[in-house]
């Protein structure tokens, strides 16, 4: 199998994990979450109150946000602002994260206050998505630990990985040179014991078989409890 | 388990479905798609040439948008065109109708002519996207059919079906009052042969066992064969 | 004169008419209009509460938005989501319709609601706009009848009709083949009395006598009484 | 009849017409046209090329867009670029004046340019919409004098005016006092020669009758004639 | 140095001041100020309240747009609303003319109320931004006037003029000629006393020394008190 | 003087500045620029072609783009693509960027590229634009040595830096803490020869004496020097 990927990991190998804490001070959580080449720069700001429609339920509320820097590709991309709107796969992106977190949190315990993640993406070299949810999540636990709340609020840890068929072999998180050439590709986001909280996977090229998908799934809970093990030693 | 489900139905049955092709004459494809009281009108137009990305490849392209009347629901919706953008649920759900059935065709013999498919839904009570890609598929058929391209280019054919966790129970084909209860939802979209093309599981409430994802998986790749049976029916 | 149309129709003949009521069911009144082979779905919805303007007069109110599906026409056209902004002729299309309909309403017998009119061009073939309020009339109706105030809060009857120069002869109703070759256009709403409520006549060729405008003035009348009879059948 | 009017004036009686043409210099037409105390700017540039549509058949264009100036009314208005698109009112408005001009233009004899014409209103009081339409004509005449091609690409002389139901009576050239209380309001566009271009009316209370209607027709016309003289003297 | 100048201008002269006080009589200010061929209408209006983030402090607030009419130029500009959003040229501008007059408001005895300052370009022919606000002070004068908070409100006097290098040489208030090619461009905005607002200079060609900035302070201060005299007539 | 400033600096003492090069490797050129907490990431890339007003002139161009990320300041801010457009001080910011980096350009050496400069804001406590201006430019140096054109392109080694009056005293560099209650503020940027590029200079709160504002163009000058400095250990 040595030699299968183009930068000689083994297939089910995570890319090098940095997790920075505390990496600007301004929010209440900042975290720059690097997997391999892909950076992401997330953070966290609490604010009071909840939008309109959750108003007097007493309850919090987390809302997503995601954007690509346009110089975070080699080829230059259009700022979001520019275009007057966001490009749809941002969009996609950032209701992924939004859902993935608040499924791990216990809004009663929170009260009438909103989380605002930002999940920019500095450098891009794939599994950009996943590498928010999973920086995300260890900003989200920092803000909360600055108000005292961390353990009531967290009822979930959460991670998420992306697994792929590249080159018709079933591989861990694909960079950017697998990524764009996978057969297919599925993002996997899960909790801490290992249950499920968002599965979403793509037919790349051909329609796949049932039994692959199972292997990908298989393959993605074995980088998340990695992955889960990184972000505790930080959190 | 009868009682279970508020419609009566069992948990593998799906509602009663309607397909009308030709509902409106003016495009190349026309279906109307009725599952339950979920309608969607589902039409295909062939356009000339690609976009720009794509010129001179001498292969074709598949867009779609997705967009919901205002009065498709009780409490009517505002209109996209109102508030200046498309909401991020409708990019979300166009870009899982896009790639769905991009993946079923050959682009290579359709040559440089874009199909765009539009699903509008007339009424919305659930599963309006899986509706959408099943009836959309049967407009694309009908618009190939009208150049006579069907069988060159239909290389797979393609119904989508969605299931979810109710009340503990894993069903088929959710209507809204299910859904909007559930604490699980899954989206699959596969071939006529069982291969998968897409799936999107999310964790409404709790997160979810790995064994109940592979149940779901069942009893959507059982739905799915049934509507491609009825698609047959009318392609 | 036989000979003269396209459809072989009498210069003072109507296409043929079908009114679908409660077409759909989720919003308070939904009719399906179709005069010939263009057709519109017009949907009321009624909610509390009246503009920020007018609160507190004890006053209601009615607005109305149009728009054309993408498919409603073989040449496919681009969805006003995509655009950013609705298009100049829906604007003018939509701000006739709810003038027109307001003109026939007792807005104080309705209290501060507001009914939200939707027209959506299913399939356009000419006259979309006054099959719209023709149309919507009958949904606003239903929907107040559904509220027990239909008869308080109709103060009039009302309908709308085309008519044109084409070939240098009035015609009624024009077809989509009639209208873009039409040396004159004009656009008629009236109530079941014969009394007007809104006039829009254009010269798309060559100016035209006074006459002519007289002319067809009273054809349209006779139109309009065809479409009050049609209304009455189905209100 | 003394009396009725809170001008004073007569009720076949226009308001002070001042016409100052060159108001300014940049553009190649540039009128400010004076009804009363409304004020509005119309400036007329030739560019070269027309829209796409229209490429390679050696004819001709003209656009119109117009807006108010914030400063116009009393009550201050929202300008357009703040909004972020134009109010549904000036769509329609510049809609009407594009087709009004267009209708009095031998488009082959202009040759494949387009004459873009502006419409500030600088300051309102009723009647900005046929002022515009009047003052532009100019306008146009002034630019196309300026490149020799005014008597070969002006077929028609076009002037408009407003009437309206005021208190029971047909009024002349309604000034903003009269237009909001008035019970009906018909804007006109007429050729020099007395043939209709464009006539839209509306009931602005109760709807009216056809002879209501034939009354304001004729007192518009007459008006139109008394313009049309004031504008030979500028033209 | 006679003849270094297109327009035959001494180096240190203004071009000709006109100052229409009151051209418009909707707004509370309404000032149409003309340098030469450049010619900026004015308007002021006073509205109740003060934006969000200042309630409640007892402080009024000013704020003012710019903008060019379309045909303000021989080349015809682009609609600020047909392009969805303002120009970055605009918002710059109308940023600089908002702090430069809010620089000579006491705010405090203004109470809660809000001027809405807006400079729209008639005419374009160098130096608009610097006549906004010299005209613009103009217009705030004479609406405080009418509601007889002048003398309470206004703290200082203000004007504004443009300097540049032409050919070399400082020069005073340039044109459009001058402009285009000037080597250095300062505006300058100061109050009647000699004291500085704002200074905003920038090199279009070379970067300059030190020593010639100085020199066209010292230009600019000149003609600034020109301007100031200028204003005392009218105001 | 020890104990003005928050920091404890000197009048005349820039803060601590950071420049990492480098620090992506997507981009062509990639910096860091850290002025005590300020954090701006600076990327230029380099693309082919020119905008199309500047086609076939041989020569090359520069733009720049400038934008804050939510989370850099305490408060989040808005998202520019959730608002639809930039921000009014984004824009004059980025527009500030972008002329004073193409002043020290030799565009006719570039040949027909862009170089598209992206300056995110990280985190900001105050200082971002005059940061972004130093930062770029080393960027800009970055980006040209790799395609071997440093030498000849770059004609200004420029820098930029922030002063202002202070509790009455001039000081340099100011944070966030002296920033928002500064009297007056200055932006000046300079070539490594002491030659002006741009100035702005704003009153605050009252308008200042020309001496004034010939202290802080002193102080600038002097920090400035030392930027440049920095750069050249960088570049």
Same mark, same amino acid.
């Given at each position: @199998?040595? =030699? !299968?990927?183009? /930068?000689?990991?083994?297939?089910?190998e995570l890319r090098e994990v940095n997790i920075t804490r505390g990496f600007t001070s301004a929010p209440h959580g900042s975290v720059l979450m &690097? @997997? +391999?080449?892909?950076?992401? #720069?997330?953070t966290v700001s609490i604010g009071d109150g909840v939008p309109r429609f @959750?108003?007097?339920? =007493?309850?919090? $509320? #987390?809302? *997503? &946000?995601y954007s690509m820097l346009p110089g975070a590709t080699?080829?230059? =991309?259009?700022? %979001?602002?520019?275009? +007057?709107?966001q490009q749809g796969r941002s969009v996609e992106i950032q209701r992924l994260i939004g859902r993935s977190l608040r499924a791990g949190l216990n809004f009663k315990a929170l009260g009438e206050r909103t989380l605002h993640v930002d999940c920019d993406v500095l450098q891009a070299d794939g599994g950009t998505r996943t590498a928010s949810i999973t920086g995300a $999540?260890?900003?989200?636990?920092?803000?909360?630990? +600055?108000?005292? #709340? *961390? &353990?009531?609020?967290l009822a979930h840890q959460i991670a998420a990985v992306s697994v792929g068929i590249y080159r018709g072999t079933p591989v861990l998180d694909? %960079?950017?040179?697998? %990524?764009?050439? *996978?057969?297919? %590709?599925?993002?996997?986001?899960m909790t801490a014991e290992g249950r499920v909280i968002?599965?979403?996977?793509?037919?790349? =090229? &051909?329609?796949?078989?049932? /039994?692959? !998908?199972?292997s990908l799934l298989r393959l993605g809970k074995a980088g998340i409890e990695e992955l889960v093990e990184r972000q505790r030693q930080h959190a």
């Open positions: @199998m040595t =030699g !299968l990927r183009p /930068s000689g990991r083994r297939t089910d &690097e @997997m +391999g080449a892909t950076r992401v #720069l997330c @959750m108003k007097g339920q =007493g309850r919090g $509320w #987390l809302t *997503a &946000e080699r080829e230059r =991309g259009q700022r %979001d602002a520019t275009r +007057g709107r $999540w260890i900003a989200v636990h920092e803000a909360l630990d +600055g108000i005292g #709340l *961390a &353990e009531k609020v694909l %960079d950017y040179k697998e %990524d764009h050439v *996978a057969e297919a %590709d599925l993002n996997l986001v968002e599965v979403q996977g793509t037919a790349e =090229g &051909e329609p796949f078989e049932m /039994s692959a !998908l199972e």
